[in-house]
């Protein structure tokens, strides 16, 4: 195992504690005076403010998923446990876009005759 090997357990990770201290100074809903009412400006201007957060804490690289996930994970278990909600600009939905349908594909391959493609 060499010098730049790190196991997961190795690495630096974003504390509860710096985590939630970050989230409360950024706080905010969209309209709310600290963002746009616009939903994705307000949740593009909190992910990098939380971002550089994570960088300068940690010196990780945050995911929109992570952040978004550990949110989410986190009001949970204030909420069951007491505690006032921190705001935060909701994630808006992406919408995947893909030419072809699964159903299309599957078509496709069948058609092909290959190998374990057949309907049900």
């Avoid at 010196?59 to 909420?79: F, N, P, S, V, W």
Wanted: glycine share 8%; aromatic share 8%; net charge positive.
């Amino acid at each position: 195992m060499g010098k730049d090997d790190k196991k997961k357990d190795d690495q630096t990770k974003w504390t509860k504690e710096a985590f939630i201290k970050a989230w409360i100074v950024h706080q905010g809903a969209p309209g709310d005076g600290n963002y746009s009412k616009d939903p994705k400006e307000a949740w593009s201007r909190f992910f990098a403010e939380m971002s550089g957060c994570a960088k300068d804490d940690a010196g990780i690289i945050l995911e929109e998923q992570d952040l978004a996930l550990r949110l989410g994970i986190t009001a949970r278990y204030m909420k069951s446990n007491g505690w006032a909600a921190i705001k935060y600009p909701k994630r808006p939905k992406k919408t995947v876009v893909d030419d072809e349908s699964i159903d299309a594909i599957m078509s496709r391959l069948a058609a092909a005759n290959t190998e374990g493609v057949k309907k049900a």
